[in-house]
Structure formats: C-alpha cells, structure tokens
C-alpha cells in the first residue's frame, strides 16, 4: 500500500514542476491537489488525466481512489 | 453483445444524449457515493438527463473508459464531450460553471454540492440497448 508521500512523489516526479499535497486516512484512499505549471492551458479532464496516468492500472486497484483537485501554478 | 457493440451503444448514447452520466447504480437507487453525489447535483441544477448503469456488465465500464480515456466512475457527458468525474463535476458545480456547461439556468440560493438529491422524475432509461 503506498503512503501519502510515496504518492506525492510519484505525481511531482512525472510531472515537471508540479507540487502536490497529498492526503491519505487509509493508505487506499488518497486525496491529492497539485498545482503544476505543465496545467497551463488544459481543460479540467485534461489535466486530471495528467495525473491520473501517473497511476494507471493502479486505480480501484491498490489505489481505491484519488480524489483530485487540480490548479495551474 | 460484442464488446465493439457495446462500444458503438456507448458511443450512440452518449451522441444521442445532451447529458448524460454514466454511472454505479441508478439515479434513484446509486450503487457508489461518487455517483450519488453526481447524480445529486444534476438535480439541484434541475435539468433531465439520462443515466447508465456500468454495473450489470463489466464490459460496459472497460469500453466507456477505452473511449472517454478516463479510468473511474461516475462520468458525466456533454453533447458527446467528457465533462468530468465526480471531482470536476463538484469544482465546476460549486463554480457555477457546471450549469453554463451544461446550458441550464444556474440554481438559486449558494452552490454547494448537495448531500442528499431533492425528488426528480426518473430518467428516461437506455439500459436495453446496453444489454
């Protein structure tokens, strides 16, 4: 099961200058926003989709789920 | 059915519907609290749409998601376009720009993502063509 940081890392590693805080009660269910500079101009799915490819087929797997909330920085 | 039938039944359906959601369960009976949630907020902006449930066959969910490119459940659709998951859907609800997205006249009183969905006739039902 990954840890709040281990998640925090990953997102900020595959995505050029993103910061993110991240947030887990459970280790399953995490809940994550990240500011990056790479957003700039993406529509909303867009921009979740860069976050959530960081985690693919990990989703309702070992990550039940990862509520996002996504901003420009 | 064929899983490239139930694509195009996806497809159609979402080509067909202005608002649609894709969802766990039914409005009136939501099977997931990220699809009550959704379906909650398309009532309080009192608009029709039609709803699917992904949960009858497990086909449906794998070709909605290889076609919206978007990995979770609920996923609410705007003539043909991914709108959002539940997340999006309550950024932009809390916003107000889920109602001029979906070109429905915003509700009155402050925007906040409702706990519970007020009554609402159900929605018209295209579960047959996905079965």
Redesign the interface.
Known sequence: MPSADEVKTRIETAIPGAQADVETADEVHFSARVRASAFDGLS??QQ??LV?DVF?GE??GAIH?L???TEVS | MSDNQIRAAIAEASADNDIILFMKGTPDAPACG?SARTVGMLKALDTPFVAVDILPDPRIRQELSAIS????IPQLFHKGE????C??VT??FESGELASTLGVDAPAGPAEAPEVAPQMPPPIGIENRLN
Request: charged residues 25%; proline residues 4%.
């Open positions: 909303r799915v979740h989709r959530m693919q989703l309702g789920a509520e996002l909330k | 990220f490119q978007w990995p979770t991914l709108v959002g998951g997340d999006i950024e932009m």
